[in-house]
C-alpha cells in the first residue's frame, strides 16, 4: 500500500509539475523579453519598429496568413479520402491551433489538442483526429529540422568565429533533434506504441468529447488510425512538401521588415538563415508560450553575424508578433464561434 501511495503521489507531483510548466515559461519568457528591452536603447527600438510602418506590417499579417493556409493544406492531405471532413475545416482549424498556441498561456502544442477535438465535430472519428495530428506536427518537426539545416549550410559560407561557433552549436542541436524524431518511428513502430497509445487515449477521453459532454467515439484504435495515415506516402510527401514551403515562403516577413526599416547589406540567403536559426531556437523553447523573449534573443543572436544591430533586430521580432495578434485574436473568436454553435444543437444532458 506503501508502494501504491508514492506512485500515486509522485504521479500527482508530475501533474502538478506538466500543470504548471506553461505558467513558469511565461514569467521566464516575460523575464527574458524584459530583460533584452532594459539591456538596450528603447528609442532606438521604437525608431526601427516606427519606420516600418502600417504597410509593411499589413505585408507581415498577409504572409503569415498565406503560412498559416500552406499548413492548413498540409494538414488536410493526411487525411484526404480517410475522412468526410472538407479541405476548409483543416484551414480553418489550423488557424484556431495557431491562436491558441501563440495567444494562450499554453506550450506551444496546446492548440493542437484543441484542433484534434474540434475536428471530431466534422465527423472525424477520435482516433484518426488525434493521429492527423500527431503525424502533422511530427512532420511540421521534421520539415522544420530540414529547414534549419538548410540554414545552417547557408551560414556555414560566412567565415567568422562567431558563425562557426553557431554552427557547431546548431549541428549538435539538431542531431539530437532528428535522434528524437527517428526514436519516435521506432517506438511506433514497436509493442511499445501501445503504451503511447494509452497515454494519447487518456488524453481523448479528457479532450474528445461532444457538446452534451459524453466522450466521442474514436473508432479504430489511435495505432490502427497512425499506420493508416503513415502508409500513403504520396499524401505525406505532399504535406511535408506543403510544409517545407510554408517555413521557407515565411522568409518573406523578415526581407519585408529589414528593407522597410532600411537595412542594406542583407541578401536573400541571409534572411533565410536568420529566419531558419531563430525559428529553430524558437521551437527548441517550446514549453514557452510563443517562444516570448526566445524569439528576441534568437533574432539578436542571429542577426548579429549580419550586421544587425540589437535594436533592430527587437524591432523586427516585435514586427513579428503583430500577426500573432492580427491573426490570432480572430481565431480565438472562431474558436468560440464553433463551440457555441456545437452546444447550441447538442441534444439534452439526460437527467
Known amino acids: 500500500m506503501e508502494r501504491t501511495a508514492s506512485r500515486s503521489s509522485g504521479r500527482g507531483i508530475g501533474r502538478a509539475v506538466l500543470r504548471r510548466l506553461p505558467l513558469v515559461g ?4 516575460l523575464g527574458l523579453a524584459a530583460w533584452l528591452v532594459a539591456t538596450n536603447d528603447l528609442s532606438a527600438i521604437a525608431a526601427a519598429f516606427g519606420r516600418i510602418g502600417i504597410g509593411g506590417l499589413v505585408a507581415v499579417v498577409a504572409v503569415r496568413a498565406c503560412l498559416i493556409l500552406l499548413c492548413g493544406l498540409a494538414w488536410a492531405r493526411l487525411l484526404d479520402g480517410l475522412s468526410e471532413a472538407g479541405t476548409g475545416a483543416f484551414v480553418v ?16 502544442i496546446g492548440g493542437d489538442f484543441v484542433g484534434g477535438r474540434l475536428l471530431t465535430f466534422w465527423g472525424v472519428t477520435g482516433s484518426l483526429a488525434a493521429a492527423s495530428v500527431l503525424a502533422d506536427l511530427l512532420l511540421q518537426a521534421g520539415t522544420q529540422l530540414v529547414f534549419a539545416l538548410v540554414g545552417v549550410g547557408l551560414l556555414h559560407r560566412l567565415e567568422s568565429a562567431p558563425a562557426a561557433a553557431l554552427t557547431g552549436w546548431m549541428l549538435r542541436a539538431l542531431l539530437v533533434a532528428a535522434a528524437a524524431l527517428a526514436a519516435f518511428f521506432v517506438i511506433q513502430r514497436s509493442g511499445a506504441a501501445r503504451v503511447l497509445e494509452n497515454r494519447v487515449g487518456a488524453i481523448a477521453r479528457r479532450f474528445l468529447r461532444d457538446a452534451s459532454g459524453k466522450p466521442q467515439d474514436s473508432g479504430p484504435s489511435v495505432q490502427d488510425a497512425l499506420d493508416t495515415v503513415w502508409s500513403r506516402p504520396g499524401r505525406l510527401a505532399q504535406s511535408a512538401l506543403l510544409h517545407l514551403a510554408a517555413w521557407t515562403f515565411g522568409s518573406l516577413e523578415i526581407w519585408i521588415v529589414l528593407a522597410c526599416i532600411g537595412v542594406e547589406g542583407v541578401t536573400l540567403a541571409d534572411v533565410v538563415v536568420i529566419e531558419a536559426l531563430s525559428q529553430a531556437i524558437k521551437s527548441a523553447a517550446f514549453p514557452v508560450p510563443s517562444g516570448l523573449g526566445v524569439q528576441e534573443g534568437g533574432f539578436v543572436v542571429v542577426g548579429a553575424l549580419f550586421g544587425i544591430d540589437a535594436g533592430t533586430a527587437i524591432a523586427m521580432s516585435l514586427a513579428k508578433r503583430v500577426p500573432d495578434v492580427a491573426i490570432g485574436l480572430p481565431s480565438l473568436i472562431v474558436w468560440q464561434t464553433i463551440e457555441a454553435r456545437r452546444a447550441a444543437f447538442a441534444p439534452p444532458a439526460p437527467p
Do not use: W
Open 26 to 29: 511565461t514569467l521566464l519568457g
Open 93 to 108: 482549424l489550423r488557424y484556431v491551433r495557431e491562436g491558441i498556441n501563440t495567444l494562450l498561456p499554453v506550450a506551444s
